[in-house]
């Protein structure tokens, strides 16, 4: 009877024992399956980053996967589908080969991407920084960003308003009369020195200061074609952004990117960093903007230097007294001496401006001075004054980049990346804003032993 009950109890224990080992094991199968699933999945999504547009990378230095791959119309499917491949190929490798189960890819989607121009372009300029870092790269012109305001200065527009303000209260004074030869009364011409310069303001800087206008270049775009034309706005809600440093940006620009003084001759436009700072259509367009600024910006510094020079103003009131017209009527004395010291600190402007042009340098605030009263009724623009420890035209244009606002700033940056990599691929569609630089996918797949995987993982370059 005892061995009976000991039978009985010795079977019943085998049979639970034998339940908890087979209840362990296939809990181990699962989870050795979810294990491997998130195994491939990592593998899979890494392989799927590693197809990033070469030529984008080999250009500027940037990680980033065209959506398009060249070929097709950019969308979130193509990318699907290559993930879906290296998934499909890493489960493969160990299908029917393997004593923990096989697994089964049941769906997978790309749900969200971070693009170059998502936060205002803000991913790009990430990239940008990171690479002058990495590389160790310092830029002389971006040395002078800490002062950036007293660079640019910002009176531009008051100074010029002031002048044509003041010319107008010239012509509104009364000619005074003279009594000619035959007994006639007529007026005596004012003969305002100033008059010549004051013409100039409506001209072409570069023109004006000599510019070889001839040999540059005839490039042109369409705004349109490019992101800051259509801007696409964000769409992702991924994170992972950090404050990038601008002036370490604006390095990486000027590193990357051609200019009037050093043109990019590989690109659709020569002038890169002229229409990152100007955004028009063309070449010539972009540096005759840029050029105007800078005769802006040094005649205001200019302007307010002229009237505490005292030698100056000594000057101009002597050539102003010397007027037939002024001696008969002081009324014009102040006035005409003000516009003879606004027409010298436009003149020195220019000279400036040409310096700049010519890859000299000026200096800040004025020590010196190449045009003087007497100088102003003369034909040509001078050639103003090098200074070796001066401001140059590269600098002056990374102040300008730099007093953009930050979206304006990084879609233009983001369009001269278009343009040559459509100009170097072929591929004419080929647009930032479908550049992905980080992205969210949900992968499902079934295991043997009754597993069913939800895996979601976000991978990105940085």
């Known amino acids: ?28 199968i ?11 999945a990592d593998i899979s999504m ?71 121009a998502d936060g205002h372009g803000g991913s790009m300029k990430n990239q940008a920084v990171q690479f002058i870092e990495d590389c160790g790269i310092h830029r002389e012109e971006t040395e002078i960003l800490s002062s950036g305001d007293s660079i640019l200065g910002t009176g531009q527009e008051d100074a010029m308003g002031a002048w044509c303000a003041l010319m107008e209260e010239i012509a509104g004074i009364e000619l005074p009369l003279i009594q000619n030869d035959k007994g006639e009364w007529e007026e005596v011409p004012l ?37 800051s034309g259509r801007d696409s706005g964000d769409r992702s809600d991924l994170q992972g952004q950090k404050e990038a440093d601008t002036g370490q ?9 051609g200019n009037y ?6 690109g659709l436009l020569k002038y890169q960093l002229e229409y990152i700072a100007e955004g028009k259509g063309s070449d010539y367009e972009n540096l005759q903007a840029v050029v105007e600024k800078l005769a802006g910006i040094r005649f205001a510094m200019n302007a307010e230097a002229v ?12 050539l102003a007294e010397g007027l037939q017209a002024v001696s008969l009527n002081p009324a014009f004395l102040k006035p005409v001496t003000e516009s003879i010291l606004y027409a010298c600190a436009y003149l020195e402007a220019l000279s400036e401006v040409k310096v700049l042009l010519e890859g000299g340098r000026v200096s800040l605030g004025k020590e010196s001075w190449v045009i003087h009263p007497a100088m102003i009724a003369e034909a040509g623009i001078q050639g103003g004054q090098n200074i070796s420890s001066g401001i140059s035209y590269e600098q002056y244009l990374a102040g300008m980049i730099s007093a953009l606002p930050e979206k304006e700033r990084n879609y233009r940056a983001i369009d001269i990346m278009e343009m040559d990599i459509r100009m170097l691929t072929g591929n004419t569609g080929f647009a930032m804003d479908c550049c992905v630089e980080r992205f969210r996918a949900q992968i499902q797949a079934a295991g043997s032993v009754r597993g069913n995987y939800l895996i979601d993982r976000t991978y990105g370059y940085y």
């Open 1 to 28: 009877m005892m061995k009976g009950y000991l039978t009985v109890f010795l079977s019943l224990s085998l049979s639970i024992l034998s339940g908890v080992i087979l209840a362990l094991t296939a809990l181990a």
């Open 30 to 40: 699962r989870n050795g399956q979810r294990l491997r699933m998130e195994c491939i």
């Open 46 to 116: 890494n392989s799927t980053l590693a197809e990033f547009e070469k030529t984008l990378h080999d250009r500027y230095g940037l990680f980033y996967v065209d959506l398009s791959y060249q070929e097709a119309k950019p969308s979130l499917q193509n990318m699907e589908r290559r993930l879906q491949y290296y998934l499909s190929e890493n489960i493969a490798l160990f299908q029917n080969s393997d004593l923990w189960g096989n697994l089964a890819l049941k769906n997978v989607v790309v749900n969200d991407v971070q693009t170059a």
């Open 191 to 227: 003969s305002n020195p100033a008059d010549r310069a004051y013409g100039f303001t409506g001209s072409d800087v570069l023109f004006l200061v000599g510019a070889p206008i001839d040999r540059i270049p005839v490039g042109k775009i369409r705004k349109e074609d490019y992101l």
């Open 249 to 257: 940006f604006i390095a990486y620009l000027f590193e990357m990117m």
């Open 261 to 266: 003084r050093s043109g990019r001759e590989d």
């Open 307 to 318: 009237f505490s020079d005292g030698d100056l103003v000594s000057e101009a009131a002597g």
